[in-house]
């Protein structure tokens, strides 16, 4: 496998204008939270759903993009980049839900 195959084709995309109206277009859409777990906590990034090094002509499609805080996004990338994926048992699966929930509804009716 090339190390060339996994640069940052996006790096381009990422400097311009047009992106930087299109992040705080995905941005409001999702609600400002991360769209696999739902936190609105901490760096949220914008996540090209379909990789820009494979699908160019969608760089600057706002259904091509997701808001993805850093773990999530990390965890995406590296399954894409052929990595396997995480093993995660159903104790934190249930755990990362319930904080999910706090993070959406700080107030739960008791």
Same mark, same amino acid.
């Given at each position: 496998?090339?190390?060339?195959?996994?640069?940052?084709?996006?790096?381009?995309?990422?400097?311009?204008?047009?992106?930087?109206?299109?992040?705080?277009?995905?941005?409001?859409?999702?609600?400002?939270?991360?769209?696999?777990?739902?936190?609105?906590?901490?760096?949220?990034?914008?996540?090209?759903?379909?990789?820009?090094?494979?699908? !160019?002509?969608?760089?600057?499609?706002?259904?091509?993009?997701?808001?993805?805080?850093?773990?999530?996004?990390?965890?995406?990338?590296?399954?894409?980049?052929?990595?396997?994926?995480?093993?995660?048992? &159903?104790?934190?699966? /249930?755990? /990362?839900? /319930?904080? /999910?929930?706090?993070?959406?509804? &700080?107030? !739960?009716?008791?």
């Amino acid at each position: 496998m090339k190390r060339d195959q996994w640069r940052r084709h996006s790096r381009p995309v990422l400097k311009t204008k047009r992106w930087q109206v299109l992040r705080q277009i995905v941005l409001e859409r999702d609600g400002w939270a991360c769209v696999d777990c739902g936190t609105k906590r901490g760096r949220l990034e914008i996540d090209h759903v379909k990789p820009v090094r494979t699908h !160019p002509h969608l760089a600057f499609d706002p259904g091509n993009c997701a808001t993805r805080c850093s773990s999530c996004h990390t965890r995406k990338t590296r399954i894409e980049c052929g990595h396997p994926a995480p093993i995660r048992s &159903p104790e934190r699966d /249930a755990w /990362a839900q /319930a904080v /999910a929930d706090l993070a959406t509804n &700080p107030n !739960p009716a008791t």
